[in-house]
């Protein structure tokens, strides 16, 4: 069963001025994120991606549709019982939102209190996680005394404090360089693996997603234009916006700009073969092509690695009479994708 | 200069009642400011016990009484004083204006540095599952404690201010001493003695509310 749920959920808030239109934040989204799942969501900014976040642990009420926490349905709850729910959800900020005026000790004990735990319980469980985190050494600082990426560290074990099924983490490295970027992220996969705990990441960098996800989901003006999982939606994304956002990470597929100087630097055709693991080998396609007679060049291409499944995009140009072209072009687009492009 | 000597024991009496009209406006005013801050930030829109009726009743009744000038002020709440605490005229019926006044300033001042808190981190005290009063206690307080010292700091510091206005309209305390004893026997030695004293006072108390905030803010 899913951890989570949505159903055509809508979340409109009312128009910035009198007379405009609301604002439809987040429009008919359907969503499922199954347990020990990382799911990424992302989008350009303004996509709602911070408002579905937040209609998960209800800070924001759903406008319409069913929203799904662990099998219980949280749209109709009243504000005590999503209380409960909270303190089962655990979530982290871009700002980090630290209590400044409480120590490292006290920021990870606070959920605890608020759950009711006692004095030796919150002890032990703070100790654990700062453990965990790796700032035992910290514990009576205070958040202005600590770097960005500890500040997020901490951020973690607070969400982590009442040991939550699900956490969320709303761009929690997008403040950060890309040294702690890292860190961070792996922090989460152990926080993932370790404790079992399904993650929903919501970020605008694709890296973050190719790092830790394993699935994704596209989010464009409320919708969700695509998911799945992150291998396929990368080797394939089928969506404009979702392929712009998989250029950025994605080696080998040549910009309009770069497939102008390669037009003009080759003759002959340029095709773009995109293979992925378990597709036909290359050494199968260029066997087709050697056979067929057609004198090939590469001219661009790269290979990727997601999560220990390779793709890769490779641009060819081919010569030869236009028919043989043609033929083996056909050929091999039995075996792999193929996009002619110049 | 001595003429201040021969008044030496009315000087530190007016000391004393200026001090002590002080203390127990700040402590009956702060205490109502507080509050009333508490309930216009709570009740704003969009805060967290968001209540439009509430908040905008205690807004205006603020934004009525506030622009009103002290020494008109004191006079237009006389009878209210005589209906409350017996009485429209001494210390304690100035005590009694005083409180009311520094409490409707002492809301705003609240309400103000509360708001300075960061959105962010309430919400995650919301993501935590706690409720508005336990974040208001917890959080919001805690996070708002620096700059409220300081508010109150500057407060205490108009009080004294407010106090001595106050000795021209028949209460007792360092204004009163200057006008009667000072002013209006031709005697600079002797306002310039309760000035000095005011000045004193203030500079305590800005210092010592400085030391706290910096205290309070770890800087
Ligand atoms: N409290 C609010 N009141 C009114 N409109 C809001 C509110 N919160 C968000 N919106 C609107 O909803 C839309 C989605 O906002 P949201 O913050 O979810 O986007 P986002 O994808 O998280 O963007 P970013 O990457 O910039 O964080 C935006 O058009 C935004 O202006
Ligand atoms: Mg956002």
């Known amino acids: 069963m899913a951890l989570v749920a949505l159903r055509n959920v809508t979340k409109t808030y009312p128009a910035p001025d009198r007379t405009g239109a609301p604002v439809v934040a987040i429009d008919q989204v359907d969503l499922e994120v199954e347990p020990g799942d990382v799911y990424g969501i992302i989008g350009y900014s303004g996509a709602g991606k911070s408002t579905l976040v937040r209609l998960v642990n209800a800070l924001e009420p759903a406008t319409s549709g069913s929203i799904e926490v662990d099998g219980r349905e949280i749209t109709t709850m009243s504000e005590r019982e999503l209380r409960g729910i909270r303190l089962g959800i655990g979530m982290i900020f871009q700002q980090f939102n ?25 002890a032990a469980r703070v100790a654990e996680l700062l453990d965990f985190v790796g700032l035992a050494d910290k514990a009576r600082n205070f958040p202005d005394q600590l770097s960005g990426g500890q500040k997020q560290r901490v951020g973690i074990a607070r969400a982590l404090a009442t040991s939550p099924r699900l956490l ?4 929690a490295t997008s403040a950060l360089d890309p040294e702690t970027t890292q860190e961070v992220l792996e922090l989460l996969k152990r926080v993932n693996r370790e404790f079992g705990v399904t993650i929903i990441v919501i970020t605008h960098e694709m890296d973050v997603i190719q790092s830790i996800a394993t699935k994704v989901a596209v989010m464009d003006a409320g919708r969700v234009i695509e998911h799945g999982p992150v291998f396929d939606v990368f080797s394939n994304p089928q969506n404009p916006s979702s392929q712009r956002f998989v250029a950025t990470v994605v080696k080998g597929i040549p910009s309009p700009a770069e497939l102008a100087v390669l037009r ?6 340029i095709v773009t073969i995109s293979f992925r693991d378990g597709d036909a080998s290359q050494a199968a396609v260029f066997l087709e092509l050697a ?31 236009d028919a043989a072209v043609d033929a083996v072009i056909a050929t091999i687009a039995e075996r792999v994708d193929v996009t002619e492009v110049g | 200069m001595d003429r201040l000597f021969e008044l030496q024991s009315e000087f530190w009496v007016a000391a004393v009642e200026t001090l002590y009209m002080v203390a127990l406006t700040l402590l009956i005013g702060g205490a109502a400011g507080l509050l009333l801050g508490i309930v216009l930030y709570m009740t704003r829109p969009g805060s967290l016990l968001s209540n439009a009726p509430v908040f905008t009743i205690v807004n205006v009744i603020i934004n009525f009484f506030r622009p009103i000038p002290f020494i008109i002020f004191i006079a237009a709440v006389q009878p209210l004083s005589r209906l409350v605490i017996g009485t429209g005229i001494g210390n304690n019926a100035l005590i009694f204006a005083l409180s009311l006044a520094a409490s409707f300033a002492i809301a705003r001042i609240v309400e103000q540095n509360l708001l300075t808190v960061s959105p962010g981190v309430i919400e995650a005290a919301r993501s935590m599952g706690a409720g508005p009063l336990r974040i208001l206690r917890t959080v919001v307080l805690p996070e708002a404690l620096g700059p409220l010292v300081l508010g109150y700091t500057f407060v205490l510091v108009a009080l004294v201010d407010m106090t001595a206005v106050a000795g021209f309209i028949g209460g007792g305390g360092l204004g009163n001493f ?4 000072g002013y209006r026997q031709f005697e600079p030695a002797v306002t310039w003695a309760a000035v000095l004293l005011i000045v004193v006072f203030v500079q305590i108390v800005q210092f010592v509310g400085n030391w706290l905030a910096r205290k309070v803010l770890r800087r």
Not at chain 1, 168 to 171: G, P, W
């Open chain 1, 98 to 122: 630290l209590f400044n005026s409480k120590t490292v000790w006290q920021n990870i004990a606070y959920p605890l209190t608020v759950a009711g735990a006692s004095r030796a319980e919150v």
């Open chain 1, 168 to 171: 969320l983490a709303d761009e």
């Open chain 1, 264 to 269: 003009e630097r080759h003759d002959g055709r």
């Open chain 1, 291 to 321: 056979r067929a007679g057609v004198e090939f060049e590469l001219v661009y291409g790269g290979i990727n690695d997601i999560q220990g499944r390779a793709f890769g995009h490779l641009t060819l140009a081919l010569r030869g009479p």
């Open chain 2, 178 to 181: 200057a006008l009667v004893y």
